[in-house]
């Protein structure tokens, strides 16, 4: 098995320097979308790679097949999530001068006369302890706060904006511009307001932060301008059904427990391992606190509401709606690609009905980037909010919830390169417009768990249960090892005996995009 490994890591290397000298020539491997498909002689998953096509696998196409068996030995972790056309009505608007993202804590609160609350959410719950200086953008900043406006009513009638020093350090910065962006009974049109409300205390004009504690500015203006906003269930419905796509629960008491362990190791600092060619990886862990919630939380993914298609074989990427296989370069961005570029991409293509067929990805210098950009979302968008201003990866957990608060804006808004700075957070019309493209929510514009869901992958129940997922519509992220794309079938198949489960360690994001059973 090492002598099969190293055999094939040797040809790897090789294959990716001939690649090199390809593409400096003008001679590199075709990006089209129409090769020829290759079927696996085991029952196995299909698994799209974001690392183009043509050079670190057999058959260049950009995808593989992971065997039935090879999964129930390795037992991987994958999840899944809803879209759901979100069509904002309450959005927060501001600008801060701050050198440092982390100490600025914002929270948005629908609270009563005595400044209870009934409903909160955070601007950014992510708290990295950055070790470098990431201030924020120099332009304003916009968050959707529909959820928290929808529970206004005649006792909770105010929204209450909390701006804080998280650390209560010297530095400080300032607060500019706070307002409320409305459409109380307009379609949302992102650059046109119906109305815009400023605080009770008048307008903000460069407020220090930091100095004499929390900036508490109050909008209690609000309600009578929405008595006609109609939050209903059908203004904010699921792309492909009203019902939770799983049926989850709590993991059982230490089923976890080893599987949670491989996925992590208190030795690394640095997730993105760069392969021969210039491939990223970036897979981190989930945090101590992710974890503590993974024991306890009803998100573990027990079975799906949904009826299986009943197909022998199925790829998703067939679909109009996916984009073209794409490469994520030497960034640590695996995570964010593959749910930012690949997942949300296929959704909102679907939710929006946009033909991404004759879309093509087209190499550059870099990584290269897909012929319409502005039809396609940024990778670039949720790895700069996630990954602590170092290149250094981010978890599955964390770019779930980008998307779930915040969405993701288009390419051609955020353009991804991976040569670009990774301190440098989006623009203000990358937030603007991400809010169109956020997930997961429901009738009052809220996160939905039920729609954000993992498991492992143990039993052919779990495999079945993937499956129907798929037949609906669902792809999947999947964390993999990397190290062991060496070990592919000449056909890019994993096959059961080519996999140590011992050696693996989960270090980079993948999708899942389809099945074949049968011969």
Not at 44 to 54: H, K, R, V
Request: with cysteine; proline share 7%; charged share 20%.
């Amino acid at each position: 098995m090492n002598d099969l490994r190293r055999c094939k890591g040797d040809f790897f290397f090789l294959v990716s320097f001939l690649s090199l000298i390809f593409f400096l020539i003008g001679c590199a491997p075709p990006a089209g979308r129409e090769e020829e498909k290759t079927y696996p002689d085991e029952n196995s998953l299909l698994i799209l790679n974001s690392w183009g096509t043509g050079v670190w696998e057999n058959v260049p196409d950009g995808k593989y097949w992971f065997s039935y068996n090879a999964i129930k030995k390795i037992k991987p972790i994958v999840y899944v999530w809803g879209f759901a056309r979100n069509h904002p009505a309450a959005r927060l608007k501001f600008k801060i001068t701050h050198p440092i993202r982390d100490d600025v804590h914002i929270t948005i609160r629908a609270v009563n006369d005595t400044r209870s609350p009934i409903y909160q959410k955070e601007f950014l719950p992510l708290v990295f302890g950055l070790g470098v200086v990431c201030g924020f953008p120099n332009d304003e900043v916009y968050f959707d706060i529909t959820d928290v406006v929808s529970y206004l009513d005649d006792t909770y009638k105010t929204i209450e904006i909390w701006v804080e020093d998280r650390f209560n350090n010297a530095i400080t910065g300032t607060l500019h511009g706070l307002a409320l962006e409305l459409w109380p009974s307009q379609p949302y049109d992102p650059d046109n307001p119906e109305m815009v409300v400023y605080p009770d205390q008048g307008t903000v004009t460069n407020v220090p932060i930091g100095e004499s504690g929390a900036l508490i500015y109050l909008f209690s203006n609000i309600r009578q301008n929405f008595s006609a906003m109609g939050l209903s269930p059908a203004s904010r419905t699921m792309l492909f059904t009203d019902v939770s796509p799983v049926k989850t629960d709590r993991p059982a008491a230490g089923r976890i427990e080893h599987m949670l362990a491989r996925l992590t190791d208190p030795s690394k600092e640095n997730y993105n391992k760069v392969y021969p060619g210039g491939y990223g990886t970036g897979l981190n862990p989930p945090t101590e606190e992710q974890q503590a919630r993974m024991r306890t939380s009803r998100n573990y993914i027990v079975g799906s509401n949904l009826r299986a298609g009943g197909s022998s074989s199925m790829d998703i990427t067939t679909s109009r709606y996916f984009p073209p296989v794409g490469n994520q370069g030497r960034m640590g961005s695996c995570v964010s690609f593959n749910a930012g570029y690949y997942i949300q991409t296929y959704y909102s293509a679907h939710a929006n009905n946009i033909d991404l067929s004759e879309v093509s990805w087209i190499p550059n210098a870099y990584q290269g980037a897909p012929s319409d950009p502005a039809v396609v979302l940024s990778p670039g968008f949720l790895y700069s909010m996630v990954n602590g201003g170092m290149d250094r990866g981010s978890s599955f957990e964390d770019n779930i919830t980008i998307l779930i608060l915040m969405g993701v804006s288009s390419w051609s808004t955020q353009p991804y390169i991976d040569a670009v700075n990774p301190m440098l957070w989006p623009s203000g019309a990358a937030f603007k417009e991400a809010l169109e493209y956020r997930s997961s929510v429901n009738d009052k514009g809220a996160v939905n768990p039920l729609t954000f869901s993992w498991m492992f992958l143990e039993t052919d129940q779990d495999i079945q249960t993937v499956k129907t997922l798929l037949d609906n519509g669902y792809p999947l992220l999947i964390g993999v090892d990397a190290n062991f794309y060496g070990t592919l079938s000449d056909n890019d198949i994993w096959y059961e005996d080519a996999l140590d489960v011992n050696a693996w360690g989960a270090n980079h994001a993948n999708t899942v995009v389809g099945y074949h059973e049968g011969d």
